[in-house]
């Protein structure tokens, strides 16, 4: 699928020299490690870790007849989970059904509503716009334990009870979690959900393309085997040893080198809306894997690129001129697309005046293009490290093998960096706190520690 295929565009990575960016030598000298990262990573893959680099080859029937099912019975479809549980169903739908989606005026399949978050404002909330008789929940944790989740699940569960009585209310539920353990599968097993499994060795942030981000793409007609299908063309390219044909050992190799002279702040830009989502979804891929306090060998090195999300052309009125004339301590990482779906041509009118003779004829597409590239040629005339992903066209295939293809360059980041990219200690230090903090059973002793440490504080800094 040649025309299909996203490329990366380095140069001017290379244009802003030494100094700021990479020279073709610091780049080409490298290309021992970046060939021995790929390695790594296709090892592990071949011994059976890494399993959601297997994804793009997974049978999706089950997926399929089941939002067949729910999209014939349901109105609204909401999707319960935070993180690796709901950014990636985020990303996908508003990337290929559209960020008016939920709005459009036809429309047969049901509504979708990501809730990711505990705020009560936004939970209950949701009570204003769907109708629990009429609305399916797809409760997503991987670990069947996550507290914003199981507490949504606690509240929806309560509420489509009460709207279709004790009988039925089960059938508006189905449990994504793990195959074999965790509460919520204690849940399947106990009750009888629809439940369906994230495959074991597939982390949350790499589970987009597992059924965490397949049912609900399925429930609103994504083409979830186009999907796939996009995620396994990545697959090829991805693997292959040569790092130079290789997108994601070169978007990885670039960003750790840079790294290593102090630019650590990544920015993802896609210049097209319905990628926005995705910039979002990278943010925890990028973070999440490589944030480390330890590298492989125990060794305490606190090392991390940051992500930080824009969208072109909303942020060139924002953030660009930090980009362009503050620290030089980024990587622009832009996301252009060549067509798009629709033009959005513009008429003429007011042709007297300067300001608006020039757009007439034009289109919207046109026009965001050259804004991206406006800010380019910008970034680069101030000696900025920019690159880009260029798609040729925004659809599933070309989604998935985008997805993929990040996901890949963020696992051989990792071996570059030498650390874990699949853990997150941090996360989960955080989960416990809370548990602790809420009176969970087992977590008695943390409790105990941390009101230690607010009595050993000082209070009387909060002004
Ligand atoms: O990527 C990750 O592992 C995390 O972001 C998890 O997805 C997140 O913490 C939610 O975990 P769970 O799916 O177990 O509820």
């Not at 996009?230 to 670039?254: C, F, I, K, S």
């Not at 997150?424 to 943390?446: D, I, N």
Request: net charge negative; proline share 5%; glycine share 8%.
């Amino acid at each position: 699928m040649p025309e299909q295929r996203i490329r990366l565009d380095i140069n001017n990575v290379l244009r802003a020299g030494a100094q700021h960016g990479l020279t073709e030598d610091e780049l080409t000298g490298a290309e021992k490690q970046a060939r021995q990262a790929v390695q790594a990573i296709q090892q592990r893959r071949a011994s059976g870790d890494l399993r959601w680099m297997e994804l793009p080859y997974a049978d999706v029937s089950e997926i399929e007849h089941m939002a067949a099912d729910l999209r014939h019975r349901f109105d609204d479809f909401v999707v319960l989970g935070i993180g690796g549980s709901a950014l990636g169903n985020i990303a996908v739908n508003t990337a290929l059904n559209g960020p008016f989606y939920n709005l459009r005026r036809e429309r047969t399949t049901p509504r979708l509503f990501v809730l990711d978050n505990s705020d009560p404002e936004f939970n209950v909330g949701l009570l204003d716009v769907v109708d629990p008789a009429r609305t399916a929940f797809n409760v997503i944790t991987k670990s069947g334990s996550t507290g914003e989740t199981l507490s949504a699940f606690l509240f929806f569960r309560e509420r489509v009870i009460q709207a279709v009585g004790p009988e039925n209310w089960r059938d508006h539920f189905v449990l994504t979690t793990d195959p074999a353990s965790g509460p919520l599968r204690e849940l399947v097993r106990r009750e009888g959900f629809r439940s369906l499994p994230v495959p074991q060795g597939v982390g949350g942030r790499y589970s987009v393309l597992s059924p965490v981000g397949l049912l609900s793409a399925a429930v609103t007609g994504v083409d979830i085997r186009q999907l796939l299908a996009g995620a396994a063309y990545a697959d090829e390219l991805t693997r292959q040893a040569d790092p130079w044909r290789n997108p994601a050992a070169v978007g990885a190799l670039v960003q750790v080198l840079l790294y290593r002279k102090g630019i650590h702040i990544v920015v993802m830009m896609p210049y097209a809306q319905r990628l926005k989502d995705v910039a979002d979804w990278f943010a925890q891929l990028w973070a999440e894997s490589l944030g480390k306090r330890v590298n492989r060998q125990g060794e305490t090195v606190y090392v991390g690129p940051t992500p930080v999300k824009a969208l072109g052309a909303t942020d060139q009125h924002s953030q660009v001129q930090l980009y362009t004339e503050g620290p030089f301590d980024k990587l622009v990482d832009f996301i252009r697309v060549e067509r798009f779906a629709v033009e959005g041509r513009l008429p003429q009118a007011y042709t007297e005046m300067s300001a608006f003779a020039y757009l007439g004829g034009h289109s919207f597409a046109e026009l965001i293009n050259a804004e991206q590239e406006g800010t380019a040629v910008a970034l680069t005339e101030a000696g900025r490290p920019h690159m880009t992903h260029v798609l040729p066209e925004i659809n599933a295939f070309t989604l998935g093998q985008l997805l993929y293809l990040l996901e890949v360059q963020t696992a051989i980041a990792g071996e570059l960096f030498d650390i874990d990219a699949f853990d997150q200690p941090g996360v989960e230090a955080g989960k416990v706190a809370t548990y602790a903090l809420l009176g969970r059973a087992g977590y008695e002793g943390r409790r105990a520690e941390i009101a230690r440490a607010r009595e050993q504080h000082d209070e009387h800094w909060v002004i």
